[in-house]
């Protein structure tokens, strides 16, 4: 049996195989440099966020003595605390409650509109069908920037100044999404909604109990893609919101930083930064996952 | 599909002749599940375009109606001398500087990581993976206020550790280094995870051949590696281009601008123009974001024309 298939296999692939084999097993001097790269590198990329943990820790007095370490001396929670009480001139846990709604309902929203249009342009038929969805995704791919400007005006005209659906509603608009769908919804055997149509399926019975469990997955990508998007969405709150109560942390952040200099500041300022870069880290840690493979998913495709 | 569409169809419809209504049916059996998008894509995606080329050519407050004036808004930017011709230029070059150091490093700092991440024999990849993929779900403010403290020039973490007084985000070339470190901090995970599932998709028998043949890991690397992954590559490329034409918050959040004005890119003056706290000029901001816009159009025609050519 083993004597078969040794002699079965090509000559050229038997010695290299064996070569490989045995680079796994050794560690070659080059691993150890590839190690040394990577690890000091991560130690360069993960440093900052420790630092600014550390520093939101520090009380004032240890800024004004001017030492400098990098762990606080003495670990206190004051500029937690002053946050909490100086809600009104600092509303950071506002911020990211608006920051939470806003993205919150983007991501659930998005779902729910991609799935449904996905539908639509995969599997109903009508005249122009492809044509139609072709066009949009052309259009899809004029510049944003130009779109800025009268996007504030219909938004303004809307009543939405300063309002969640600013922030909501035109990124549901997105036709790359669509596509997404449309491409993974390719891959579900037309037979079954035939077949459920012969029993008399309505097209929403079919859309509802067999494309929407078989499309999961890549929901779940554009549900996160949509959640991460929307809360780091910087521009376009900055330009929508100027009441400092209802804008999200982003445009938080910005006049906070702007108003917040010198030592003093310099604790709570960090506070805040760690408080807005929580709720995304926690998604990824949760949902890794899916993050590393919706990329695959959407480079793929389009690439 | 058509015919077996119509069988169901006729089930509703009495008469045998066509009417408008039959016709119409699948269109309007399909509209409640286009419409949600369709309708919002309209509002804030085609009426947006059209409205944005018209003001361009127009002056306009934001508030009252715009008024005509032709190539007037063009004709201002690209006159020397005036307001606006300086601001626009002087913006334009350092987007291009931004563009042109921000791009490679965003491309090849990845590449080479996904290189090493892919060795034989390596443990760890994931996690190592993971920590350079973090920053880039960092929102730009907040990354830009992480590292705006580490470069602090009175309590940063890299003048007081290496007791250096460096004035990291008020003097050039720091000010620029800075808005590149954040940005290749951020910007390198997406492009890692997608070279490192494309590496993994190259045949390893041509590896296998390659070193049979004798070639070494530089050469193994220009000619297989690289075109194997072309496709990646180039939508990466493009993708990472447009963006850094779209810079914005780096440079807002670590410089403002500064200093004297020289990290002061096009979208500052774009949305300071068309937003600011006095009257606003958003048909002259129009204008120069339909000349940002041409230069994006045209490296997305680009990488249509290359795509399809490779399909």
């Known amino acids: 049996m083993s004597a078969t298939t040794s002699s079965a296999r090509p000559q050229v692939a038997s010695p290299t195989a064996g070569v490989s084999e045995n680079k796994a097993r050794v560690v070659t001097p080059s691993l150890i440099a590839v190690y040394a790269i990577l690890v000091v590198l991560c130690i360069v990329w993960i440093v900052p966020v420790i630092y600014t943990i550390s520093t939101s820790f520090k009380s004032v007095q240890e800024f004004m003595t001017g030492a400098f370490n990098f762990f606080p001396a003495k670990w ?13 001139s600092y509303p950071v846990f506002s911020w990211l409650k608006n920051s939470l709604i806003i993205s919150i309902i983007s991501a659930f929203l998005s779902v729910c509109v991609v799935a449904l249009a996905g539908f639509g342009y995969s599997r109903l038929e009508f005249k122009g069908r492809d044509t139609l969805f072709f066009v949009l995704l052309l259009i899809s791919m004029f510049p944003t920037v130009v779109n800025i400007i009268p996007q504030y005006r219909i938004v303004a005209t809307l009543g939405w100044v300063n309002s969640y659906w600013a922030c909501i509603i035109p990124g549901l608009g997105n036709v790359a999404n669509i596509f997404l769908v449309r491409n993974f919804m390719k891959g579900i055997p037309k037979e079954l909604d035939e077949a459920a149509k012969i029993d008399g399926a309505s097209d929403f019975r079919i859309f509802r109990s067999i494309i929407l469990p078989a499309i999961r997955p890549i929901l779940i990508v554009i549900f996160l893609f949509s959640f991460t998007g929307a809360w780091n ?61 919706s990329l695959n998913i959407t480079s793929g495709l389009k690439g | 599909m058509g015919i077996i569409n119509e069988s169901v169809t006729a089930d509703h419809v009495a008469g045998k002749r066509k009417t408008l209504d039959e016709r119409l049916h699948p269109f309007m059996h399909a509209f409640p599940y286009i419409a949600p998008h369709l309708i919002i894509f309209a509002v804030f995606g085609i009426i947006p375009i059209v409205f944005g080329l018209y003001i361009s050519f127009t002056r306009w407050n934001l508030i009252g109606s715009p008024k005509w004036a032709g190539l007037d808004n063009f004709r201002l930017i690209m006159t020397p001398g005036t307001y606006f011709n300086k601001v626009f230029f002087k913006d334009l070059w350092n987007t291009l500087l ?59 973490m890299i003048n007081t550790t290496f007791h250096l ?56 690397f220009f000619s297989i590696t690289l ?27 670590m ?9 002061q890119v096009l979208l500052m003056d774009i949305k300071n123009l068309a937003f600011p706290a006095g009257p606003s000029a958003a048909g002259m901001a129009s204008a120069m974001a339909l000349l940002l816009g041409i230069i994006l159009m045209i490296l997305s ?11």
């Open chain 1, 76 to 88: 206190v929670g004051d500029n937690y605390m002053r946050l909490l009480e100086s809600s009104a």
């Open chain 1, 233 to 293: 969405d910087f521009l376009w709150p900055t330009i929508v919101f100027n009441d400092i109560n209802k804008m999200p942390v982003t445009a938080g952040l910005q006049l906070l930083s702007s108003q917040m200099q010198g030592y003093s500041n310099m604790g709570t300022l960090m506070a805040s930064t760690c408080l807005a870069i929580i709720p995304t880290l926690l998604l990824f840690l949760f949902a890794q996952k899916y993050f590393l493979q």
């Open chain 2, 98 to 156: 931004f563009v042109v150091i921000n791009v490679p490093l965003c491309i090849v700092v990845p590449l080479l990581l996904a290189v090493l991440l892919n060795k034989k024999g390596l443990k760890g990849a994931g996690l190592f993976q993971a920590i350079l993929y973090i920053p880039g779900l960092i929102s730009v403010a907040a990354g830009a206020l992480v590292w705006k403290m580490v470069f602090n020039s009175q309590y940063g």
């Open chain 2, 165 to 220: 007084q460096v004035n990291w985000l008020g003097e050039q070339p720091w000010a620029w280094i800075t808005i590149f470190v954040l940005s290749l901090w951020a910007g390198i995970g997406g492009n890692l995870v997608i070279y490192r599932s494309a590496l993994s998709g190259v045949d390893q028998n041509l590896y296998e051949a390659a070193q049979v043949d004798g070639a070494g890991p530089v050469r193994i």
């Open chain 2, 227 to 253: 075109p194997e992954i072309r496709l990646p590559l180039f939508y990466t490329t493009i993708m990472t281009t447009v963006g850094a034409f779209n810079v914005w918050g780096q440079p807002l959040m």
């Open chain 2, 255 to 263: 410089t403002n601008g500064g200093p004297a004005q020289s990290t």
């Open chain 2, 301 to 311: 025609i680009i990488q249509i024309v290359f795509m399809n050519k490779e399909d």
